[in-house]
């Protein structure tokens, strides 16, 4: 009997570690290393007519970064790591967001995302209907080590689970 007990508490112990373990290869990552990870699954969900069109944004330091920001209804000062993928002209729903929100902030990115499909529902709906249709079935969600995730494109639920798969692979 106290060998049973022994040996599940060692258990117990082993498989606990894991999970730390991977909880912490998460946590510990740099926000240059988040961010590499979200342009990677990004641009891997993506077909190459998608990645030559939508160039991926990291930072309001690049090139239409703070357009982007703006766009999404983001600010840089809520942001820890992203990679953002938007159509700046007003003739496509397309978007695409990784981001990790600095603590606290979530609410805040969240927010700014719901608006920015908001927004896209609203420039469609009397004038596309095919991009109405996007953007109405966009997908807004929370993965498990914390990043907000949009996807708004054609097949956004292939391209969803692809880039959540990417993220949430550990090392």
């Known amino acids: ?8 508490l060692t258990l117990a112990l082993l498989l606990g570690g894991c999970g730390d373990k991977n909880k912490n290869t998460v946590e510990s990552m740099t926000p240059e290393e ?3 990870r979200y342009e990677t699954a990004i641009q891997a969900a ?11 944004i990291t930072s309001v330091e690049d090139d239409m970064g703070q357009a982007a920001f703006d766009l999404l209804g983001l600010k840089a000062e809520d942001v820890e790591a992203c990679a953002l993928s938007v159509s700046m002209m007003n003739v ?3 978007g695409i ?4 929100p600095k603590a606290g902030r979530e609410e805040a990115v969240r927010s700014g995302l719901n608006d920015f499909i908001a927004t896209q529902k609203g420039n469609f709906q ?6 109405y249709d996007i953007a ?6 929370t993965l498990t080590d914390g990043t907000i995730l949009l996807v708004m494109c054609q097949g956004q639920d292939q391209v969803y689970e692809s880039i959540r798969k990417s993220i949430e692979e550990t090392t």
């Open 1 to 8: 009997m106290k060998k049973a007990i022994l040996f599940t």
């Open 97 to 100: 967001a990784a981001v990790c």
């Open 126 to 131: 009397h004038y596309l209907a095919d991009q």
């Open 136 to 141: 109405d079935k966009a997908r807004l969600g």
């Open 46 to 56: 993506r077909d190459e007519d998608a990645n030559s069109a939508f160039p991926i």
């Open 34 to 36: 988040r961010t590499q």
């Open 92 to 94: 496509k729903a397309y």
